[in-house]
């Protein structure tokens, strides 16, 4: 069992930047792809990013593209999500989690072990 909790979520203006943080418990998250989602009010959860076991190898969605990064530490078994440039329609609550898939996981269904999730909100 892997318990995911994420940090860093605030009110931020538009134009600004957070990095969120998913830290693990219980096991070590280096087997597993990570991926970060988010949901916005009245809205279905979507992908955000994700990033192979190693990190080297990542995904970002086109609407973050260039302004997100996700990345991991394997040894402080903490996953990241850089945000610059934020817009107001990035505000949703943020979560983690991850995922025993060999590739690049992209939909929720491939996702075992969820964050509880971190709320960011951006003002104009």
């Known amino acids: 069992q892997v318990q995911l909790v994420e940090s860093g979520g605030g009110l931020v203006q538009a134009g600004g930047s957070l990095r969120l943080s998913c830290a693990a418990s219980g096991r070590t998250l280096s087997p597993y792809v990570m991926g970060w989602f988010r949901q916005a009010p009245g809205k279905v959860r979507e992908f955000v990013a994700a990033?192979?076991?190693?990190?080297?190898?990542?995904y970002h969605a086109d609407s973050v593209k260039g302004r997100f990064t996700i990345s991991r530490d394997n040894a402080e078994n903490t996953v990241y999500l850089q945000m610059n440039s934020l817009k107001p329609e990035d505000t949703a609550v943020y979560y983690c989690?991850?995922?025993?898939?060999?590739?690049?996981?992209?939909?929720?269904?491939?996702?075992?072990?969820w964050g509880q999730g971190t709320q960011v909100t951006v003002s104009s």
């Open positions: 990033l192979s076991r190693s990190g080297g190898t990542t």
């Open positions: 989690a991850a995922s025993t898939s060999v590739y690049i996981a992209r939909s929720i269904l491939d996702y075992t072990y």
